[in-house]
């Protein structure tokens, strides 16, 4: 593939991704006032978003045939947060005296942690031909935080409440 084109579709794969997931957010927030119809319309949308990110992926040969590359490619995405880029905002976000953002750097970078180590575990489970082991995962959805099989009595990264936490 041409490099231009390469760095359109990547561009497109972030825009299309990002508009995915904003509208996911516009949908839920649609739902909490009501509007059931409006949260639907950007439920419908924010799937075609995915769709148009799903291909532009597969063009990109982003996505393997062989799991544990897969696997390996969150792990090092979730690595890279953990390492550089979390410590990073956050510090950043210190150093401005933005405090919300402080916060939500540090959720997400405290659930990051925990991803990596999941997804190492689901790589060697992989490897040997395994499916990953956990019956149910749980995440907090105030903070990202992700525990298997059973919550805690309230989260560990941010005190929500173990009856918010939502079980997939």
Request: glycine share 4%; aromatic share 12%.
């Amino acid at each position: 593939m041409k490099e231009m084109t390469k760095q359109f579709l990547e561009a497109a794969f972030a825009g299309e991704s990002m508009a995915h997931m904003k509208y996911s957010i516009f949908a839920e927030e649609a739902e909490k006032k009501g509007l059931k119809k409006l949260a639907k319309l950007f439920k419908a949308i924010a799937y075609a978003e995915f769709v148009h990110a799903r291909n532009h992926f597969k063009v990109l040969r982003k996505l393997s045939e062989n799991m544990s590359d897969n696997v390996q490619t969150c792990i090092d995405g979730e690595t890279f947060e953990i390492e550089e880029m979390y410590p990073v905002y956050k510090n950043a976000a210190g150093f401005q005296d933005e405090k919300e953002a402080v916060r939500s750097t540090h959720f997400a970078l405290e659930a990051e942690k925990i991803h990596a180590e999941m997804y190492k575990k689901a790589k060697e489970l992989v490897e040997k031909g395994e499916d990953y082991s956990a019956d149910k995962i749980y995440i907090c959805p105030v903070c990202g935080y992700t525990v298997e099989d059973d919550v805690p009595e309230s989260c560990p990264v941010c005190g929500a409440s173990k009856d918010i936490f939502v079980e997939f």
